[in-house]
């Protein structure tokens, strides 16, 4: 009995009123059951460790013998914060798919198949890592980029806990415990290897830059940065596209990027935000060939026909002189001439492409003959 009274006092407040606490909107949360759950204390056991990391580590020049301990991202802490994600969607009413569900979502959306690899997917076009078994992220240098999907059924972003549990509230006793430890950041060996920032630091400090804004505000912006990206990408709730469009990059890379041409709301949104040229066709994410410059790509070509009906609809019933006299016609002739010049694909898609492309024109131009003037690179 005195080990349960242990663990009980270590929890503090149990997950379910953390969750009701951190979503106001919420319907009463059921009572903290008197045992924790493995999800709460492996969550504890993630938060913990993140506290005694510290919010960032001013490292010094670290002896051959010595040891860094940074903290890492590994899967033990993304299942850790998306199992309590999860906990919080179904709070605030997120529908989740079964499996086979979310693998056709995420098929469509990003060209990933979540049923493959580990339990945590980390996914990143831009930064040449396509899809691969989540890695150990021990870098803080530089922000953690990418969407993390989970076999959870939910895609996030990498949050350090502290910004998504306000851990002085809900954990005090980690919050006392924080306040005990040394400045200095020693290795295995007792080597000094840096001088740790505190995350009650890093929360003043956020009290102190953003005017009326505290952890809490940060913490509820986050969390509801989630609600809406699982709102859209699972429920397909169009009400969510304003926000995410404007705080966030998702909608903006989910064309050019992942490939999604899916939603007609957003082709028409980002053809009139003139993104034309990039939307027109995709052919997967990059891989870096060793280390050098090159790069390969992991798909076949696609040629975004619904782009294209979009623009015909645009362009119904009209003809032009020039393709510089409409930017649907002006962006697909730049595409034009650049295609030869394309890395990514091979000679018969290039063939395929221009073809697919001058046929387009030729239905807008009064000469024909005006479209061949596309051929020269833009470039």
Not at 263 to 276: Q, R
Request: hydrophobic content about 35%.
């Amino acid at each position: 009995m005195g080990i349960v009274l242990i663990v009980i006092a270590f929890f503090g407040v149990g997950l379910p009123n953390m969750l009701h606490a951190q979503n106001p909107t919420a319907q009463t949360a059921p009572q903290t059951p008197t045992h924790p759950s493995f999800m709460e204390k492996q969550l504890y056991s993630v938060l913990k460790k993140e506290i005694e990391s510290g919010y960032a580590l001013d490292k010094m020049p670290c002896p051959d013998n010595c040891t860094v301990v940074p903290l890492v991202i590994d899967k033990k802490y993304m299942d850790a914060e998306t199992t309590f994600l999860k906990q919080y969607l179904k709070k605030r009413g997120i529908s989740f798919l079964p499996p086979s569900a979310f693998t056709a979502k995420m098929k469509a959306y990003f060209h990933v198949d979540p049923s493959q690899g580990s339990r945590m997917l980390y996914f990143d076009c831009e930064e040449a890592k396509g899809l691969k078994d989540l890695v150990a992220f021990s870098d803080f240098s530089r922000p953690v980029f990418g969407l993390y999907i989970s076999k959870e059924g939910l895609v996030t972003y990498v949050y350090r806990l502290p910004y998504l549990i306000n851990y002085q509230t809900h954990y005090p006793k980690l919050y006392h415990r924080e306040k005990e430890l040394s400045r200095t950041m020693y290795d295995d060996h007792h080597v000094a290897i840096g001088s740790r920032e505190f995350w009650y630091e890093e929360y003043q400090d956020i009290h102190g830059y953003r005017e009326h804004q505290s952890i809490d505000h940060v913490i509820r912006a986050n969390l509801d940065t989630v609600f809406r990206l699982n709102r859209y990408l699972l429920d397909g709730d169009q009400t969510q596209f304003e926000w995410l469009y404007k705080h966030t990059t998702i909608l903006q890379d989910l064309m050019p990027v992942y490939g999604y041409a899916g939603d007609d709301n957003l082709i028409k949104h980002l053809l009139k935000k003139g993104h034309i040229k990039d939307l027109l066709w995709y052919k997967g994410c990059r891989h870096r060939v060793d280390l050098g410059e090159d790069y390969t790509y992991n798909g076949t070509l696609e040629i975004h026909t619904n782009v294209f009906n979009i623009i015909a609809e645009k362009l119904k019933n009209k003809t032009f002189k020039r393709p510089e006299d409409t930017p649907y016609l002006h962006a697909i002739c730049k595409e034009i001439g650049d295609v030869q010049e394309e890395r990514k694909l091979t000679t018969d898609e290039k063939v395929h492409l221009k073809k697919y492309l001058l046929n387009f024109m030729h239905r807008y131009l009064d000469d024909n003959q005006t479209a061949m003037t596309c051929m020269k690179p833009s470039r």
